[in-house]
């Protein structure tokens, strides 16, 4: 079952080694995020995740996404033999979703043995049920194919502030006064912070 919440909005209270605490309305959410989605939420701050909802007999996890392909490439994965929602996790802490078909496209084995939790069999039954699933699905198709740089968030620091409630032109402005005061090298979650506070100044 995935439906239940079809997103979350609120304030991000703490940050867990893989999830975070979102308070929303006074109730405080335990969400479970990838890799990516951890570095660009900040503490205080306001935060849209979509979510996913995961109910067993024994769990009763939310899973969120900054972005709708990240949850279509989840529930995907999850359609996959084999592929549970820590497995899923992982691959998109591992890899955009870009990344991701490409790697399907390319056969690539080694993009998805280099994840936790996945051997070279697991690779291979993703590769193929992933390759079946892009030729029943043209939206699918679309959303693993769509090239990077035609997205207008592939920026993490813009798309995290996008996420923010901030217009894209607002959070191009903010990421490029952040990089500016903090340098290219910078963590995304400490240029968010940098943006978030000089968007605060104006």
């Known amino acids: 079952m995935g439906a239940m919440f079809a997103f979350l909005r609120g304030t991000v209270v703490r940050k867990g080694l893989t999830h975070i605490e979102l308070d929303v309305n ?55 033999t084999g592929v549970g ?15 991701f078909g490409r790697a399907i496209l390319e056969n690539d084995l080694n993009a998805f043995t280099k994840v936790s939790g996945i051997g070279k ?39 995290a502030l996008c996420s923010l409630g901030c217009t894209i032109g607002e959070a191009k402005k903010a990421a490029a006064a952040a990089r500016k005061k903090l340098g290219d090298d910078a963590k995304d979650e400490d240029l968010v912070r940098a943006a978030l506070q000089s968007m605060a100044k104006v």
């Open 26 to 80: 006074s109730v405080g959410y335990q969400v479970f995020v990838s890799d990516r989605v951890h570095r660009k939420l900040v503490p205080e701050s306001h935060a849209t995740l979509l979510t996913y909802c995961y109910i067993r007999e024994d769990a009763f996890n939310i899973y969120g996404f900054l972005r709708e392909e990240e949850r279509a490439m989840f529930t995907t994965l999850l359609s996959v």
């Open 85 to 99: 929602p820590k497995v899923a996790l992982a691959v998109l802490s591992a890899m955009s979703v870009q990344e």
């Open 121 to 159: 069999k697991g690779a291979q039954r993703i590769i193929l049920e992933m390759k079946a699933k892009l030729k029943q699905d043209a939206d699918l198709n679309a959303i693993l194919g769509e090239a990077e740089e035609a997205s207008p968030d592939s920026d993490d620091v813009i798309a």
